[in-house]
């Protein structure tokens, strides 16, 4: 794989997420420039999307770096074909659709395909690379596919981004490449691909099974006479302090039993969860979202 120091990004498909990585890569890029790395920057970005609504969209976004981005209006082989290393942002179920256009696989060649639709792995991927094109000229894919599942905090600079070690050995560098990528908006942690449908779903899926537990906490502040908007902020910050522990190393058996004080409140607060039966609830939810993962990329 040689990929040029100055790289071309592309990114079909710019929605939510493709947004916020896109956002995070563009603000992280100028504190990234001091610190030590392998010596890549993004030279230009090509934007592909569905609507006329989302180009203006991110025209109005984007409007101060508009001089290295293009946007396309549904020209996904444009992007392709003028990026080095594309992101693919679209749901999972337009991905066939998408690599199988006439010309796609020839566009991909050599090139590095970064997915992060919940479900499709490396295999389908490449398979739905093959789809089209001249199989006896190119009997093996030479798209560099890496699967890589961000979370919604890339929009400020504080994803996990977990990413399927390679495949091929051949993979490596493009697993190095995004995690360079991803490292702009946040951190990032290589892990099996046989474990990506659950582990890529606990990268992704549980700040949202988190703001359940917040709206719980923030209804028995209202129910006690207190206003949910300054609850949150008591929240917000309980939460940003028990990252900063769990940075830290505690065990979060150990800080349990720290707060808990006999004969004290937090530990009716536990009993409670215990009663009401949170924890399996949320090993399910967990499970749930990577069975769920797993029929996506079934269909
Ligand atoms: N949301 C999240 O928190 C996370 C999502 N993901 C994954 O990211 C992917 C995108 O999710 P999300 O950003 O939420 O979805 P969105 O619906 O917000 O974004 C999808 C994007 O795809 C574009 N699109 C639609 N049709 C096409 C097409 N034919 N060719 C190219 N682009 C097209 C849409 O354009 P237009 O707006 O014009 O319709 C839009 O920009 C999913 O596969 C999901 O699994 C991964 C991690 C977290
Ligand atoms: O709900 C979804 O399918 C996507 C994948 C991870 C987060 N959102």
């Known amino acids: 794989m040689s990929l040029p120091q100055r790289?071309?990004?592309?990114?079909?498909?710019?929605?939510?997420?493709?947004?916020?990585?896109?956002?995070?890569?563009?603000?992280?890029?100028?504190?990234?420039?001091?610190?030590?790395q392998p010596g890549w920057t993004v030279n230009h970005i090509f934007i592909s999307v569905q609507s006329?609504?989302?180009v203006d969209r991110l025209r109005n976004l984007l409007s101060q770096h508009l001089p290295r981005v293009t946007i396309y209006q549904s020209d996904n082989l444009a992007t392709?074909?003028?990026?080095?290393?594309?992101?693919?942002?679209?749901?999972?179920a337009l991905m066939h659709t998408i690599l199988s256009e006439t010309g796609m696989r020839e566009a991909l060649e050599s090139k590095i395909l970064i997915s992060i639709l919940a479900g499709m792995d490396t295999k389908s991927t490449q398979d739905a690379i093959?789809?089209?094109?001249?199989?006896?000229?190119h009997p093996e894919s030479q798209v560099h596919v890496v699967r890589a599942m961000p979370n919604i905090a890339a929009r400020e600079g504080a994803s996990i981004t977990v990413v399927a070690s390679p495949a091929r050995e051949s993979d490596r560098d493009a697993v190095r490449v995004t995690q360079w990528l991803f490292n702009h908006v946040g951190k990032t942690q290589e892990i099996p691909e046989s474990q990506f449908d659950l582990i890529g779903s606990l990268a992704g899926c549980t700040s949202a099974m988190f703001t359940v537990a917040i709206?719980?906490?923030?209804?028995?502040?209202?129910?006690?006479?207190?206003?949910?908007?300054?609850?949150?902020?008591?929240?917000?910050?309980?939460?940003?302090?028990?990252?900063?522990?769990?940075?830290?190393?505690?065990?979060?058996?150990?800080?349990?039993?720290?707060?808990?004080?006999?004969?004290?409140?937090?530990?009716?607060?536990?009993?409670?969860?215990?009663?009401?039966?949170?924890?399996?609830?949320?090993?399910?939810?967990?499970?749930?979202?990577?069975?769920?993962?797993?029929?996506l990329g079934r269909k």
Request: aromatic share 2%.
């Open 130 to 137: 093959l789809a089209n094109g001249n199989p006896a000229e």
């Open 52 to 54: 006329a609504s989302s």
């Open 7 to 36: 790289f071309n990004l592309g990114i079909v498909g710019c929605g939510q997420m493709g947004t916020s990585i896109l956002s995070g890569i563009l603000n992280g890029e100028v504190e990234r420039r001091q610190e030590d």
């Open 215 to 295: 709206d719980g906490l923030l209804d028995q502040c209202v129910a006690g006479g207190f206003k949910r908007s300054e609850g949150l902020q008591v929240i917000t910050q309980t939460l940003l302090g028990l990252a900063k522990l769990l940075e830290a190393g505690n065990h979060p058996a150990a800080l349990r039993e720290e707060v808990s004080s006999p004969g004290g409140s937090t530990i009716q607060g536990l009993l409670e969860l215990e009663r009401q039966g949170v924890r399996s609830a949320f090993a399910s939810a967990l499970g749930a979202a990577g069975e769920r993962a797993r029929e």
């Open 80 to 92: 392709v074909r003028n990026s080095h290393v594309v992101i693919l942002g679209c749901k999972p």
